[in-house]
């Protein structure tokens, strides 16, 4: 298997709820970054990770929970989500975290609906 | 401030027309990076190609081609005679030195149509 995977496809939650996303990169890169793609809104860096480290995170609030525990593995833990945290989640990885003048690879993205 | 402005929401052409995806960005860095990337109904972002601020030379790609102009700021995507598969959403971006992100537009819709 090669490219970036995540699981699940989609996930439907309550509010409640406490759920994970899953992403594995079979690419050899060492960063690795979790985005959020609203309806018309442009994509929001959420999370980056360079070697296992997270090395950026952008005010996202703390009911999203990322983890790198090795370089092609990053999840994001979630609870006590709110309706308008539905939104397309995407990861992606790179050769290295300064994306500047090198392509990120992009999984397919969990959907999430919060009811 | 860094900025990507992609102006067409969504665009419908029949198939085997040319359409030209439309980009404008800002920023104060000299040295900067500019993507279009391609997210068909699957999902995933797919590369489609990376132009340094120093290249002004535009690029073909089969029936791809970028027209990179620094004096507007453009760096816009043209689609020669289009086909079905070709409809998407397309984003371009924009990445700078010491910083970690891409800068996304909000998309082109692209429709093609048989």
């Known amino acids: 298997e090669t490219g970036v995977t995540q699981t699940p496809r989609h996930l439907v939650m309550g509010m409640t709820n406490k759920k994970s996303l899953k992403c594995e990169q079979h690419?050899?890169?060492?960063?690795m970054y979790w985005y959020k793609q609203s309806a018309k809104k442009p994509l929001e860096l959420m999370f980056v990770y360079s070697l296992e480290e997270r090395v950026e995170n952008n005010s996202v609030p703390s009911r999203f929970s990322p983890e790198c525990p090795n370089s092609s593995h990053l999840f994001l833990h979630l609870h006590t989500l709110q309706p308008e945290d539905s939104a397309l989640y995407l990861c992606?990885?790179?050769?290295?975290?300064?994306?500047?003048?090198?392509?990120?690879?992009f999984g397919q993205g969990t959907r999430l609906t919060v009811v | 401030a860094q900025k990507v402005t992609q102006a067409q929401t969504e665009i419908s052409v029949v198939e085997k027309e040319d359409v030209t995806l439309d980009c404008v960005y800002e920023t104060r860095d000299t040295t900067y990076y500019l993507f279009w990337y391609k997210q068909p109904p699957s999902g995933e972002l797919v590369f489609l190609i990376r132009?340094?601020?120093?290249?002004?030379q535009n690029e073909i790609s089969g029936r791809y081609s970028w027209n990179f102009q620094k004096s507007t700021s453009s760096f816009n995507f043209t689609i020669t005679a289009s086909q079905v598969v070709d409809s998407a959403v397309y984003f371009c971006a924009l990445s700078g030195p010491g910083t970690y992100k891409y800068i996304f537009g909000t998309g082109t819709r692209l429709k093609v149509l048989a």
């Open positions: 132009r340094n601020s120093f290249d002004e």
């Open positions: 992606a990885s790179s050769q290295d975290a300064g994306l500047r003048d090198t392509e990120a690879f």
């Open positions: 690419l050899g890169h060492n960063a």
